[in-house]
């Protein structure tokens, strides 16, 4: 058997943040498995997002709040990171959030929210009639591929450290030991941290835990000259979330000047599955044309399409903890779409972790033994579930106005039936609220 200090599951941004983090402040040896090559970090917009990914239906409990918390602690600590590996990681240094003129209820409401952390701009480049827009003149960008290279060229030359290109098998036993599949090869640590993203659950299939789920985000990569010349340089141009799966259109600069990332839409499956939707791309094609620039620069621009899973929990909660049965075992995924920007702050604790045993009470909520964590309750759950589906219709053309007040009731009565079932199969409380996002999938 090889013997490491610690062995890490993922390569995503936790994973090799991680990785570089222990290596730069001890002696540790470490073993990084990972092969997903569909993880969320390096398929992502990369926005270091506070108050862009603000919604109505944010900060109703302590779960909201912190987050919104290490999201602001996040935004400094990255300004950290990039400094000691790379500058030019940051691609775009502020944040433009527009809100067009015949938005849906919900984007409204979403954008009233995070107007509160914004100001009031004028955009003289790109007027839209009718449209808002709102200035986050701290909310910034990276190049994800960036950033993975300079943390790679560090901790791949760092002879306390070994990378195994496999998929792991653990279970929740006293002992310490990581098994590979491919190279039938058994790994003992003295700790191991599990952050695959959407693949932990089949990591931790033996068990008890929080399930964890996946949303498969489509976007594309674009590049254009005309839309280059176009718009605001280092600038993100993005909306507010605009119901469904949580989508929203977001436009952000790359390393190349003319190079863009165009996202993103997102379905939740119970599978490792990353096929995207010919709706999504004819969406966006939509978006970039008569919401972000028009119709001329769209025809002009080049594509290829992107893909990543998100990793998402039953209750919508981050897992973050070591589990009851085995503290020398802890596992970080569940972040949905805030893991890259709470990345930094999550892997302070992890390091804690690693010197002290343990990590702040203030994560005790997010244990991956937890009770699970009620939406809301079960009326509102409901509600809001046929309001953010409803306007993801809406957004999409797919209803008109005169059937607007027959789906409403048919999501409702949809979201009763699904609540009923998934109460019954999982033994929850009558009025147990369950995450709209997770209610789409069952």
Request: glycine share 4%; with cysteine.
């Amino acid at each position: 058997m090889d013997k490491f200090d610690l062995i890490i599951i993922g390569d995503g941004i936790l994973g090799k943040l991680t990785a570089l983090r222990v290596l730069e402040n001890t002696n540790c040896k470490i073993a990084l498995i990972g092969n997903n090559l569909n993880n969320a970090s390096k398929a992502s917009g990369a926005m270091i997002a506070v108050y862009g990914e603000l919604e109505d239906t944010k900060l109703y409990d302590e779960h909201d709040k912190l987050i919104l918390n290490l999201s602001e602690r996040s935004n400094s600590e990255w300004r950290k990171v990039i400094n000691n590996l790379d500058k030019k990681i940051i691609t775009a240094k502020k944040t433009i959030v527009y809100l067009k003129n015949n938005a849906n209820s919900l984007e409204k409401k979403c954008f009233k929210t995070i107007s509160n952390y914004g100001k009031s701009f004028d955009n003289k480049r790109n007027p839209k009639k009718g449209a808002k827009y709102l200035l986050l003149k701290d909310e910034f960008a990276i190049s994800s591929k960036r950033l993975f290279d300079n943390i790679d060229s560090i901790i791949f030359n760092n002879k306390n450290f070994k990378y195994f290109d496999d998929q792991a098998v653990i279970n929740e036993s006293n002992d310490n030991r990581v098994q590979l599949k491919k190279n039938n090869k058994t790994l003992i640590s003295d700790k191991i941290l599990i952050a695959a993203g959407s693949n932990s659950s089949n990591i931790t299939n033996k068990i008890k835990m929080v399930p964890i789920y996946s949303g498969v985000g489509t976007a594309l990569e674009i590049e254009s000259k005309e839309l280059s010349d176009f718009l605001d340089k280092n600038t993100v141009y993005r909306t507010a979330n605009r119901g469904g799966s949580y989508c929203g259109v977001h436009l952000v600069p790359r390393n190349n000047k003319d190079l863009f990332y165009l996202g993103a839409g997102n379905y939740l499956t119970k599978n490792q599955n990353s096929i995207g939707r010919m709706a999504t791309v004819k969406y966006l094609i939509e978006a970039l044309s008569k919401e972000i620039s028009n119709d001329y620069i769209a025809h002009k621009t080049k594509m290829k399409m992107v893909y990543g899973n998100r990793p998402i929990s039953f209750d919508n909660k981050p897992v973050l903890g070591v589990l009851h049965k085995n503290k020398r075992i802890l596992i970080a995924s569940g972040f949905n779409r805030v893991g890259l920007t709470l990345s930094p702050v999550i892997t302070n604790e992890i390091l804690n972790w690693l010197k002290n045993s343990k990590i702040n009470s203030d994560f005790d909520k997010w244990s991956p033994n937890r009770k699970l964590v009620s939406f809301r309750d079960k009326d509102m759950a409901i509600k809001i579930y046929a309001d953010f589906f409803l306007s993801n219709l809406i957004e999409h053309n797919l209803i008109n106005k005169n059937m607007i007040s027959i789906t409403k009731d048919k999501l409702l009565k949809e979201a009763q039936i699904k609540h009923n079932l998934i109460q019954k199969k999982f033994n929850l409380k009558t009025n147990f609220g369950i995450s709209p996002e997770i209610l789409s999938i069952f």
